[in-house]
């Protein structure tokens, strides 16, 4: 069984600040992927960054990267130079490879970007 | 990224009554699709997994005789809310797979909301 958890219900940060969402995570699979989603007030799940649990490095994307710890099994979202349009829901997820399985999500943070 | 679509995306509808969503990978081909469901203010849970020419697998505690799902094409999968209930109300999200360079990434559908009235 799998398991994420996100501890921020929500975060208020001030615009342009870097923002850090946490994410930690239980598995017994020896191989899974990491994933993080953005969801704004639309409903769409947007697709931001993934982390293969063998990757060596950290995976980043523009402004988004992901601090890997994979001792401490966690994957926090790092995002850099916020912006009023990051204001939304985050979701971590988390699949185990190789099988067929759906995504196991977090519970969210709800982040909110401030002028 | 990946497009994945879905329709449609407000459904209102009278208890009783069947309501179909579809799912469509749009540039890709998914031999995997992922039905999940989301309440108001929570996370997404996966329902059922969609398997191109096969049965669907459910998640433990969802009905498979009350969502029924079809996988008839590479590129479509559909879910069928049957005799549907106030308490189906609920945002339906589908994903599909798509494996590239050894990452398989699971790309959403914009999602459809469901009032049952």
């Known amino acids: 069984a799998q398991k994420i958890t996100q501890t921020q219900p929500g975060m208020f940060v001030q615009e342009k600040e870097a923002v850090t969402l946490d994410c930690t995570y239980d598995t017994s699979d020896p191989s899974y992927g990491l994933f993080w989603y953005k969801q704004p007030s639309s409903g769409e799940m947007i697709f931001l960054i993934y982390?293969?649990?063998?990757?060596?490095q950290n995976a980043t994307e523009g402004r988004y990267s992901l601090n890997f710890q994979k001792a401490r099994k966690s994957a926090n979202l790092v995002i850099s130079a916020s912006q009023l349009g990051d204001s939304a829901m985050y979701f971590c997820?988390?699949?185990?490879?190789?099988?067929?399985?759906?995504?196991?999500f977090g519970k969210g943070t709800h982040l909110i970007i401030q002028p | 990224g990946a497009v994945v679509s879905q329709h449609p995306s407000w459904v209102i509808c009278k208890s009783g009554t069947s309501v179909k969503i579809e799912c469509r990978s749009l540039d890709f081909q998914a031999t995997t699709m992922f039905w999940y469901r989301q309440f108001p203010k929570q996370s997404l849970m996966l329902m059922a997994t969609?398997?191109?020419?096969?049965?669907?697998?459910?998640e433990q505690g969802v009905e498979k005789d009350k969502f029924l799902i079809n996988h008839a094409s590479l590129t479509l999968s559909t879910l069928t809310v049957t005799s549907a209930h106030p308490e189906d109300s609920s945002f339906y999200i589908c994903?599909?797979?798509?494996?590239?360079?050894?990452?398989?990434?699971?790309?959403f559908g914009p999602g459809t909301r469901l009032l049952v009235l």
């Open positions: 994903s599909a797979t798509r494996t590239r360079a050894n990452q398989e990434t699971q790309y």
């Open positions: 997820a988390m699949i185990a490879l190789g099988g067929a399985d759906g995504l196991t």
């Open positions: 982390q293969g649990s063998y990757d060596q």
């Open positions: 969609s398997n191109e020419g096969s049965k669907a697998t459910y």
